[in-house]
T-cell receptor
Protein backbone atom coordinates (compact mmCIF):
# COMPACT_ATOMS: atom_id res chain seq x y z
CA UNK A 1 0.00 0.00 0.00
CA UNK A 2 1.32 3.42 -0.97
CA UNK A 3 1.80 5.85 1.87
CA UNK A 4 -0.10 8.66 0.14
CA UNK A 5 -2.66 7.77 -2.50
CA UNK A 6 -4.33 9.96 -5.07
CA UNK A 7 -6.37 9.16 -8.14
CA UNK A 8 -4.13 10.12 -11.04
CA UNK A 9 -7.09 11.32 -13.13
CA UNK A 10 -7.44 13.23 -15.29
CA UNK A 11 -10.30 14.94 -13.51
CA UNK A 12 -12.16 17.06 -16.00
CA UNK A 13 -14.54 19.84 -14.91
CA UNK A 14 -16.18 22.69 -16.80
CA UNK A 15 -15.12 26.26 -16.15
CA UNK A 16 -16.93 27.69 -13.13
CA UNK A 17 -17.59 24.30 -11.52
CA UNK A 18 -16.23 22.97 -8.22
CA UNK A 19 -13.27 20.61 -8.56
CA UNK A 20 -12.84 18.08 -5.75
CA UNK A 21 -9.47 16.41 -5.28
CA UNK A 22 -8.96 13.62 -2.79
CA UNK A 23 -6.07 12.02 -0.96
CA UNK A 24 -5.70 9.22 1.58
CA UNK A 25 -2.68 8.43 3.71
CA UNK A 26 -1.53 5.44 5.71
CA UNK A 27 0.51 6.91 8.60
CA UNK A 28 -1.86 7.70 11.49
CA UNK A 29 0.90 9.76 13.11
CA UNK A 30 0.87 12.28 10.26
CA UNK A 31 0.47 15.80 11.57
CA UNK A 32 0.75 18.19 8.62
CA UNK A 33 -0.96 18.07 5.27
CA UNK A 34 -0.19 20.05 2.17
CA UNK A 35 -1.53 20.64 -1.30
CA UNK A 36 0.88 21.63 -4.04
CA UNK A 37 0.05 22.67 -7.58
CA UNK A 38 2.45 21.67 -10.33
CA UNK A 39 2.18 22.94 -13.89
CA UNK A 40 3.73 20.79 -16.60
CA UNK A 41 7.51 21.15 -16.60
CA UNK A 42 7.50 23.38 -13.51
CA UNK A 43 8.25 22.79 -9.83
CA UNK A 44 5.57 22.28 -7.16
CA UNK A 45 4.00 25.40 -5.65
CA UNK A 46 2.41 25.32 -2.20
CA UNK A 47 -1.23 26.40 -2.28
CA UNK A 48 -2.67 25.16 1.02
CA UNK A 49 -1.68 23.51 4.26
CA UNK A 50 -3.85 22.18 7.06
CA UNK A 51 -2.99 20.77 10.46
CA UNK A 52 -6.33 20.34 12.26
CA UNK A 53 -9.48 18.39 11.49
CA UNK A 54 -12.10 20.37 9.63
CA UNK A 55 -12.02 22.90 6.84
CA UNK A 56 -9.60 25.65 5.97
CA UNK A 57 -10.50 28.21 3.33
CA UNK A 58 -8.23 30.48 1.32
CA UNK A 59 -9.89 32.32 -1.52
CA UNK A 60 -11.30 29.80 -3.98
CA UNK A 61 -9.52 26.92 -2.25
CA UNK A 62 -10.77 24.87 0.70
CA UNK A 63 -8.74 22.10 2.30
CA UNK A 64 -10.59 19.50 4.35
CA UNK A 65 -8.97 17.11 6.81
CA UNK A 66 -10.42 14.05 8.54
CA UNK A 67 -7.72 12.34 10.58
CA UNK A 68 -10.02 9.54 11.76
CA UNK A 69 -10.60 8.54 8.14
CA UNK A 70 -7.03 9.45 7.11
CA UNK A 71 -8.43 11.58 4.36
CA UNK A 72 -7.61 15.04 3.07
CA UNK A 73 -9.26 16.85 0.20
CA UNK A 74 -8.98 20.07 -1.78
CA UNK A 75 -11.97 21.89 -3.23
CA UNK A 76 -11.49 24.50 -5.92
CA UNK A 77 -14.53 26.72 -6.42
CA UNK A 78 -15.24 28.59 -9.65
CA UNK A 79 -12.60 26.55 -11.47
CA UNK A 80 -10.68 28.41 -14.15
CA UNK A 81 -8.71 27.06 -17.13
CA UNK A 82 -5.57 28.40 -15.38
CA UNK A 83 -6.25 25.89 -12.59
CA UNK A 84 -5.44 23.08 -15.01
CA UNK A 85 -2.41 21.39 -13.47
CA UNK A 86 -1.35 18.41 -11.40
CA UNK A 87 -2.24 18.68 -7.72
CA UNK A 88 0.09 16.90 -5.32
CA UNK A 89 -1.00 15.90 -1.85
CA UNK A 90 1.84 15.72 0.69
CA UNK A 91 1.84 14.46 4.26
CA UNK A 92 4.38 15.01 7.01
CA UNK A 93 5.10 13.41 10.36
CA UNK A 94 8.78 14.10 10.93
CA UNK A 95 9.18 17.22 8.82
CA UNK A 96 9.91 15.27 5.66
CA UNK A 97 7.14 15.29 3.08
CA UNK A 98 5.68 12.15 1.58
CA UNK A 99 4.02 12.98 -1.74
CA UNK A 100 1.23 11.31 -3.60
CA UNK A 101 1.65 10.89 -7.35
CA UNK A 102 -0.76 13.73 -8.03
CA UNK A 103 -4.14 14.22 -9.67
CA UNK A 104 -4.25 15.94 -13.05
CA UNK A 105 -7.05 18.50 -13.24
CA UNK A 106 -8.38 19.74 -16.57
CA UNK A 107 -10.71 22.74 -16.53
CA UNK A 108 -12.51 23.07 -19.85
CA UNK A 109 -13.67 26.53 -21.04
CA UNK B 1 13.19 37.96 -5.96
CA UNK B 2 14.09 34.31 -6.54
CA UNK B 3 14.41 32.60 -3.18
CA UNK B 4 15.54 29.11 -4.21
CA UNK B 5 17.70 29.09 -7.32
CA UNK B 6 18.79 26.06 -9.26
CA UNK B 7 21.44 25.93 -11.94
CA UNK B 8 21.46 24.95 -14.64
CA UNK B 9 17.78 24.75 -15.52
CA UNK B 10 18.53 22.17 -18.21
CA UNK B 11 21.48 19.80 -18.17
CA UNK B 12 22.45 17.30 -20.85
CA UNK B 13 25.09 14.74 -20.05
CA UNK B 14 26.40 11.54 -21.54
CA UNK B 15 25.93 8.11 -20.07
CA UNK B 16 28.53 7.68 -17.32
CA UNK B 17 29.78 11.29 -17.38
CA UNK B 18 29.68 12.90 -13.92
CA UNK B 19 27.38 15.85 -13.47
CA UNK B 20 26.81 18.38 -10.67
CA UNK B 21 23.59 20.26 -10.07
CA UNK B 22 23.54 23.28 -7.81
CA UNK B 23 21.03 24.95 -5.56
CA UNK B 24 21.25 28.21 -3.66
CA UNK B 25 18.83 29.97 -1.36
CA UNK B 26 18.41 33.48 -0.05
CA UNK B 27 16.02 32.45 2.73
CA UNK B 28 18.66 31.41 5.28
CA UNK B 29 16.70 28.23 5.98
CA UNK B 30 18.47 25.48 7.89
CA UNK B 31 16.79 22.59 6.11
CA UNK B 32 17.39 21.75 2.46
CA UNK B 33 16.15 18.84 0.39
CA UNK B 34 16.95 17.19 -2.93
CA UNK B 35 14.17 15.37 -4.77
CA UNK B 36 14.09 13.40 -7.99
CA UNK B 37 10.87 13.55 -9.99
CA UNK B 38 10.20 11.45 -13.07
CA UNK B 39 7.34 12.06 -15.44
CA UNK B 40 3.88 11.52 -13.88
CA UNK B 41 5.44 10.40 -10.60
CA UNK B 42 5.64 11.84 -7.11
CA UNK B 43 8.80 13.70 -6.10
CA UNK B 44 11.13 11.17 -4.47
CA UNK B 45 13.31 12.38 -1.61
CA UNK B 46 17.02 11.68 -2.13
CA UNK B 47 18.69 13.58 0.74
CA UNK B 48 18.08 16.26 3.25
CA UNK B 49 20.22 18.48 5.44
CA UNK B 50 19.49 20.00 8.77
CA UNK B 51 22.25 22.57 8.89
CA UNK B 52 25.26 20.47 7.98
CA UNK B 53 23.76 17.24 9.29
CA UNK B 54 23.35 15.04 6.23
CA UNK B 55 20.53 12.51 5.95
CA UNK B 56 20.51 9.96 3.19
CA UNK B 57 17.29 8.14 2.30
CA UNK B 58 17.72 4.38 2.54
CA UNK B 59 16.89 3.77 -1.11
CA UNK B 60 18.99 6.57 -2.60
CA UNK B 61 21.54 4.94 -4.92
CA UNK B 62 25.24 5.27 -4.07
CA UNK B 63 25.65 6.95 -7.45
CA UNK B 64 24.12 10.07 -5.91
CA UNK B 65 26.12 12.23 -3.53
CA UNK B 66 25.51 15.62 -2.02
CA UNK B 67 27.50 18.48 -0.50
CA UNK B 68 26.44 21.50 1.49
CA UNK B 69 29.45 23.79 2.01
CA UNK B 70 27.40 26.52 3.73
CA UNK B 71 23.80 27.46 4.56
CA UNK B 72 23.16 29.02 1.17
CA UNK B 73 24.45 26.36 -1.20
CA UNK B 74 23.80 22.70 -1.79
CA UNK B 75 25.06 20.45 -4.60
CA UNK B 76 23.89 17.15 -6.04
CA UNK B 77 26.59 15.05 -7.68
CA UNK B 78 25.71 12.13 -9.93
CA UNK B 79 28.89 10.15 -10.34
CA UNK B 80 27.96 7.95 -13.28
CA UNK B 81 24.60 8.90 -14.72
CA UNK B 82 22.55 6.17 -16.30
CA UNK B 83 19.58 6.48 -18.62
CA UNK B 84 17.31 5.85 -15.65
CA UNK B 85 18.61 8.98 -13.92
CA UNK B 86 16.99 11.27 -16.47
CA UNK B 87 14.49 13.27 -14.44
CA UNK B 88 13.66 16.65 -12.95
CA UNK B 89 15.78 17.34 -9.86
CA UNK B 90 14.17 19.60 -7.34
CA UNK B 91 15.80 21.48 -4.50
CA UNK B 92 13.69 22.74 -1.62
CA UNK B 93 14.20 24.61 1.62
CA UNK B 94 12.02 24.45 4.69
CA UNK B 95 10.78 26.91 7.26
CA UNK B 96 8.70 25.38 10.03
CA UNK B 97 6.52 22.92 8.10
CA UNK B 98 6.48 24.67 4.74
CA UNK B 99 8.77 23.65 1.89
CA UNK B 100 9.73 26.06 -0.87
CA UNK B 101 10.88 24.58 -4.15
CA UNK B 102 13.34 25.90 -6.67
CA UNK B 103 12.46 25.78 -10.38
CA UNK B 104 14.20 22.45 -10.87
CA UNK B 105 16.91 21.15 -13.18
CA UNK B 106 15.82 18.92 -16.04
CA UNK B 107 18.53 16.29 -16.59
CA UNK B 108 18.81 14.48 -19.90
CA UNK B 109 21.19 11.51 -20.24
CA UNK B 110 22.27 10.58 -23.77
Amino acid sequence: QKEVEQNSGPLSVPEGAIASLNCTYSDRGSQSFFWYRQYSGKSPELIMFIYSNGDKEDGRFTAQLNKASQYVSLLIRDSQPSDSATYLCAVSNTGKLIFGQGTTLQVKP
Amino acid sequence: DAMVIQNPRYQVTQFGKPVTLSCSQTLNHNVMYWYQQKSSQAPKLLFHYYDKDFNNEADTPDNFQSRRPNTSFCFLDIRSPGLGDAAMYLCATQSYNEQFFGPGTRLTVL
